[in-house]
């Protein structure tokens, strides 16, 4: 086996060499320092690449070339004959010109930042005047075809891991193993996906639409997951804009108008490209740590605008899992003076960590734009136009339908992924791995011949106070990610207190283009409703605070609850919701130390224990620039940078199903994200409600306090549950993540990629003296009803995160009342998570 995979390997790069021409190696200055932004082509030709930092470069044809130019302002012109097809690990030594020794532009340490001293500084400032006239800006409507492949490769290809066990039985795959043309590391293609779509624009209206033609992937076929988070994973962005985002983070532009102050630009040369003279411009950052690139672009004399661009982030910025990413995008001239992309190259390597020998996963994505047409005004409403269906053939196009509508050809590489997958998806062990990633990925087993899925496995185990030991299976059931009804059920066991829980839910998707969906269920359960301010209706919900297996404190404040529920919601616009559901529960204490006792005239010791309450409820739920994916009954969010705002009325009477209580309440939120530029994320969040009527402890609006160790957004880390309980209330959250911004100017902190986390908390609330009354009743174990109703109560955090890459740490701190018994002053609370 060893020498047929020895033969395989030399064969292949015996012929992959008569087709290529590949050059790697290091360019140094006469003092063996690295060179880095150093100018690499082929002789005669516009394919080249730059040195990185360390002065290390890769570079790859698809042509034959003879001879290789290697040049840097300051230096002599060097040219090296190149007599093989393939020469890996050179050294080139350039030597400074003599005769412009004082004129020689130093590219490392801080450059001007004055135009009249700096001539890249009087071009970059030219870019800012015409960037809104450049590109699609400049035209009242426009389409334009777009062709987009993405590929993900196993990188680092050696010995150790073609004999791995991992790939035992599997060798067959290493047949296509290749050799980047960016970082010059060997790779295993190992997924494609390729799409073609139409796009559609009115700058006027500030509407876009896309249309989804055709999609093909290479072995996992209609898995929207998958698609969506490619589709997440590279969204799109404009080289024009202040800031880039990627990977959920935000990158300097190296053409913001902040740029002055994050990089350092450089006039390295001017030349032809095509039949437009354009200045070349290198720009590396001011400091280390922060979200930024280097590179160099080549922009227009008369239109300033940007004809080839390429960025490569900073090794020492502060993104995780990402080793490297970089950027090529060219653009093509039309009508002499109308810039437009042409082509976009995005490489990423993901990685446990950032050193060079490091095995990881390349992502690389190839967009190709053509066809471009201008000024053809259409119906406006066709931008807002929505597909309702999952159209099967969209994803199952022909062999045909590509070779005519791909922009750019499939390589030989790309080509092989199609049939390595189709070989792969038969062998059992590589099925195995499969499955286990996507139970990990879903939380579910899926049994696809019941057409059932198991779980979610993450919530089979759990502890209180009440329950002890609790153990809980549960199910669903799965035709596919579009399924237009879905049953859901689980069944627990508390250990201490000897009994079985159960819920069972259902729920039908009627129509699909007003997502008029019906719903029910029933449940009986331990709850924690000192968690939430609105509580919730889902059967099937659990609060998280009642599972804690730790606290601060002794939780015994739970309660049982018997739910049944059943209602029905509409989408009359895009991302607006209304909902009309009913319910009915039954609250009572679950704990002998916990009361939710209240008077009841009617009952024959005048206290009742037990809350029994039909309640009906109206709400509103808008949630600006939202994207959706799925077309079932159930979808996923594609993105987290929208709003929600959120409005509800519920209304409980006693004359339906012998209720106990008559009120009304009120409840309004609104949660927005805000990226700030460069200086992190910002989440607010507003909450306020109140309630018309006497009702008990259980229907009340409780603060929700935390007693975990665990950092939960919307909840008050230093109260206890039920610390403050109201019928009116107003809250306020923020919480801002500054993304390293503040830990990278600390010279001995900046190394551990640390990120800062601001947090200011404060509720405002009061209790009517009927509702004190009602719920007092002199049971030793019901609590003090207090409300923060003479000053707002408030607490604060500082927060590091990024520990060791997946740990956060908050520090808490109580703003006032501390003079209440058993006040917790100070806290330290955490969470684990895997973020960029």
């Not at 039985?169 to 494609?192: A, C, H, Q, R």
């Not at 669903?476 to 399924?483: A, K, L, M, S, V």
């Not at 306020?688 to 609006?701: I, N």
Request: hydrophobic share 35%; aromatic share 16%; proline share 3%.
């Amino acid at each position: 086996m060893k020498l047929k995979l020895f033969i395989s390997f030399f064969v292949f790069g015996f012929l992959s060499a008569l087709a290529q021409t590949k050059v790697s190696g290091h360019v140094y200055d006469e003092n063996n320092s690295p060179i880095p932004f150093a100018n690499v082509l082929f002789s005669g030709s516009t394919e080249g690449t730059i040195t990185n930092e360390d002065g290390k470069f890769y570079l790859e044809s698809e042509d034959n070339w003879n001879t290789l130019t290697v040049s840097f302002v300051g230096f002599e012109v060097l040219e090296i004959p190149l007599t093989k097809r393939v020469n890996y690990d050179l050294n080139f030594i350039l030597k400074e010109e003599t005769s412009t020794l004082d004129e020689v532009l130093i590219v490392t340490g801080k450059q001007s930042k004055k135009a009249s001293e700096n001539p890249a500084i009087r071009i970059l400032k030219k870019i800012w005047e015409r960037k809104r006239k450049n590109g699609l800006n400049q035209f009242n409507q426009y389409e334009y075809d777009q062709y987009e492949k993405v590929e993900f490769d196993l990188n680092t290809i050696d010995s150790a891991l073609i004999k791995s066990k991992l790939f035992k039985g599997m060798e067959f795959v290493f047949e296509e193993v290749d050799t980047s043309n960016v970082t010059g590391k060997t790779y295993l293609p190992i997924f494609l996906n390729e799409s073609v779509k139409k796009i559609s624009g009115d700058n006027n209206l500030n509407k876009n639409h896309e249309e989804l033609i055709g999609n093909k992937n290479s072995g996992f076929s209609n898995n929207q997951m998958i698609i969506d988070f490619i589709d997440d994973l590279y969204s799109e962005y404009n080289v024009y804009d202040n800031y880039l985002k990627f990977f959920d983070k935000s990158f300097v532009s190296p053409l913001s108008r902040t740029g002055i102050q994050t990089y350092n630009y450089v006039l390295s040369d001017s030349a032809y490209i095509g039949d437009k003279w354009c200045y070349n411009i290198i720009y590396y950052p001011r400091r280390k740590n922060e979200l930024t690139f280097k590179g160099d672009f080549w922009v227009n004399d008369s239109t300033y605008a940007i004809k080839e661009i390429n960025l490569q982030a900073s090794k020492s910025a502060n993104i995780n899992w990402v080793k490297e990413i970089y950027i090529e995008q060219e653009f093509e001239v039309l009508n002499d003076s109308v810039f437009l992309i042409k082509r976009d190259y995005f490489l990423s390597d993901f990685s446990v960590n950032k050193k060079e020998e490091s095995r990881g996963l390349y992502g690389k994505r190839t967009t190709i734009y053509d066809n471009y047409k201008f000024n053809q005004p259409k119906d406006p409403k066709s931008y807002d136009k929505v597909v309702y269906n999952y159209d099967e053939d969209v994803y199952n196009r022909e062999d045909n339908f590509w070779q005519t509508n791909r922009l750019e050809a499939l390589s030989k590489d790309e080509k092989g992924i199609y049939k390595m997958l189709d070989t792969l998806k038969t062998v059992k062990k590589f099925k195995r791995l499969y499955n286990l990633g996507s139970i990990l990925a879903s939380g579910y087993v899926e049994f696809t011949s019941a057409n059932l899925d198991y779980g979610p496995i993450f919530s089979t185990f759990g502890y209180n106070e009440v329950e002890g030991v609790r153990l809980r299976g549960g199910g669903r059931t799965y035709f596919g990610p579009n399924d237009l009804w879905r049953i859901e059920g689980f069944l627990a066991y508390g250990f201490k207190d000897d009994k079985f829980k159960y819920g069972v839910s259902g729920k039908w998707l009627l129509d699909k283009r007003s997502r008029l969906t019906v719903f029910g269920g029933n449940r009986r359960d331990v709850e924690q409703i000192g968690a939430s301010l609105t509580s919730s209706s889902d059967v099937l919900g659990r609060s998280l605070a009642s599972s804690a297996v730790i606290g601060t404190g002794t939780n015994d404040k739970l309660s049982n609850i018997t739910l049944t529920n059943f209602g029905a919601s509409i989408e009359p616009l895009r991302n607006f919701e209304v909902r009309v559901d009913g319910s009915f529960r039954t609250l009572s204490s679950a704990s002998q130390t916990f009361s939710l006792d209240y008077n009841d005239p009617e009952s024959s010791t005048g206290i009742a224990t037990e809350v029994n309450q039909f309640e009906t409820r109206f709400s509103l739920g808008y949630f600006p620039k939202r994207q959706m994916t799925g077309f079932g009954v159930e979808r996923q969010n594609k993105n987290d940078d929208f709003a929600r705002l959120f409005t509800q009325v519920s209304y409980g009477n006693q004359d339906w199903f012998n209720s106990d209580f008559d009120y009304t309440k009120l409840q309004f939120s609104y949660i927005q994200p805000w990226q700030v530029g460069g200086f992190g994320r910002l989440v607010t969040s507003v909450e306020l409600g109140k309630t018309f009527g006497e009702v008990p402890l259980g229907l009340l609006s409780i603060v929700p306090g935390n007693q975990s160790y665990f950092s939960i957004y919307n909840t008050f880390t230093q109260l206890d549950y039920y610390e403050f309980v109201t019928d009116t209330y107003s809250s306020v959250h923020l919480e801002h993540n500054f993304n390293g911004r503040i830990f990278s100017r600390i010279p001995f902190l900046k190394k551990y990629n640390l990120r800062a986390i601001l947090g200011l908390r404060g509720v405002w609330g009061e209790l009517s003296d009927e509702n004190i009354a009602l719920n007092s009743t002199g049971n030793p174990m019901e609590i003090p009803l207090v409300s923060p109703n003479t000053r707002m109560y408030y607490e604060y955090s500082f927060g590091v995160a990024n520990i060791f890459k997946i740990l956060r740490l908050d520090f808490n701190f109580k703003g006032n009342y501390l003079d209440r018994p058993d006040a917790r002053a100070f806290g330290v609370t955490g969470s684990f998570g895997f973020y960029f």
